[in-house]
């Protein structure tokens, strides 16, 4: 049983170390992007407000340059948290196991975590430039799976007594910031193009790293209620 809980608790440790590692890896390939957007493919490098994360992931940009640093370096990103991030679901069942209603819960955010790591991994298989509609609909199911299975935790942190509630909290916020993204990207507002390029790419770029923030955070309280009650 240690050795088990000692594997969970190194899980917990990794999550943190790849949710930094992807930031990272992304924020580098943004510098070596080969430039352009779908509207304006003249423009030059990487641009915070115009640019989505999956143009970091082109074969080729809309320039016409290669962009195969840029892809690898978004490749490897996507590849190491969302591996990790299937593991996660997979350690959080143990904190939750006492109740059935707990461990239904717990067993839907693993299932839901899961099916979002095998897609966010599938985005990387899937350039948009040679893919779109595919790469797209890989894209929104990796979102919505990733957003339901954060949202059992927020019952399950609250009525556990050995986890802190500001976890939850934490959990509450950011889902309903990434509730509102989703929800930008169905709903049609006649904005002009120019506008609604930059409203969704950059609200693109704050929920993803708010996304990877939470998680730090609540791995960071999984460690700590492990150190704390189980150690």
Same mark, same amino acid.
């Given at each position: ?6 594997? @969970?608790?190194?899980?917990f ?9 992807f ?13 352009? +957007?779908?509207i304006?493919?003249?423009t030059s490098?990487?641009?915070?407000? +115009?640019?989505? /994360?999956?143009?970091?992931? $082109? ?14 370096l978004?490749t490897?990103?996507?590849?190491i ?18 109740? $059935? @209603?707990? @461990?239904?819960l717990?067993?839907l955010?693993r299932?839901?975590?899961? /099916?979002?790591?095998?897609?966010g991994?599938?985005?990387? /298989? ?5 893919f779109?509609?595919a ?5 929104m199911i /990796? ?7 954060l ?8 009525y556990?007594?050995?986890y802190e509630? $500001? ?13 509102i993204?989703?929800s ?11 506008v ?5 790419? +950059?609200?693109?770029?704050? +929920? ?13 309280g ?7 009650h189980?150690?």
């Open positions: 049983m240690k050795t088990l809980e000692d594997w @969970r608790l190194k899980i440790i990794l999550t943190m170390i790849s949710s930094v590692l930031i990272s890896l992304c924020v580098i390939a943004m510098f070596f992007y080969s430039g352009g +957007t779908e304006n493919p003249n490098g990487y641009s915070f407000f +115009t640019n989505f /994360f999956s143009d970091l992931g $082109r074969t080729e940009s809309p320039t016409g340059k290669i962009n195969i640093i840029s892809q690898i978004f490897m990103a996507l590849i948290i969302n591996s990790t991030y299937i593991f996660f679901c997979s350690a959080m069942t143990f904190f939750f196991k006492e109740k $059935r @209603r707990d @461990r239904l717990s067993n955010s299932i839901c975590g899961t /099916f979002s790591g095998i897609f991994i599938g985005i990387t /298989f899937l350039p948009i430039n040679l779109p509609e790469h797209l609909f890989v894209t /990796f979102s919505n799976s990733f957003l339901i299975s949202l059992p935790y927020i019952v399950l942190i609250l556990n007594h050995q509630n $500001r976890y939850s909290y934490v959990l509450i916020i950011y889902s309903i910031m990434l509730g993204y989703l930008l990207i169905l709903i049609d507002f006649n904005w002009s193009s120019d609604y390029l930059i409203v969704l790419a +950059t609200g693109q770029k704050i +929920t993803i790293f708010a996304g990877f923030f939470c998680c730090i955070i609540l791995a960071f999984a460690i700590k209620t492990y150190s704390n189980y150690n």
